[in-house]
C-alpha cells in the first residue's frame, strides 16, 4: 500500500465529515440536544378538582351533582354537611366529601367559592 492510498483515504473522510457537517448546518439532519432532552418535569398532575391547585370554579350546587365515581362511573352522592372550608393561598376552596353509593368509593373535590 502506498501512502497515497493512506493519505487519499483519510482526505476521503475528512471530507465527508466536513461535508455533513455543513450539510447539518445548513438544512439541520441531526436533532439538537434541546430537542432530545427529556421535557421538564412539571409535577405529579392532578384531574380538575382533585387537588387545591385545579380546584373548580362555579357554584357549589352544581358541582355537587353529576360527579362520577372513578372506580365504577356511578353518579356519586353528597352530603353538605359534610363540606370543608380550606385555604390555598389567598383563595378559599371548599371540599366536597363524595361517596358512590355502588362501591363506597370516597373522593374529595375542591371547589372555589364564589
Ligand atoms: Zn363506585
Redesign the pocket.
Known amino acids: 500500500m502506498t501512502p497515497w492510498v493512506v493519505l487519499g483515504t483519510i482526505a476521503i473522510v475528512a471530507a465527508m465529515i466536513g461535508g455533513g457537517v455543513l450539510l447539518d448546518r445548513r438544512i439541520g439532519v441531526l436533532p439538537r440536544p434541546r430537542e432530545l432532552a427529556a421535557p421538564p418535569d412539571r409535577g405529579p398532575h392532578h384531574a380538575p378538582g382533585e387537588a387545591p391547585e385545579t380546584a373548580l370554579a362555579g357554584p357549589l350546587d352544581r358541582r355537587r351533582h353529576g360527579q362520577r ?1 372513578p ?2 362511573r ?1 353518579r356519586m352522592s353528597c352530603d353538605p354537611a359534610s363540606d370543608q372550608v380550606v385555604r390555598y393561598g389567598d383563595r378559599e376552596l371548599v371540599v366536597i366529601a363524595l361517596v ?1 353509593p ?2 363506597a ?1 370516597h373522593r374529595g373535590l375542591y371547589v372555589a367559592r364564589a
Open positions: 365515581c372506580a365504577c356511578a358512590c355502588k362501591c368509593a
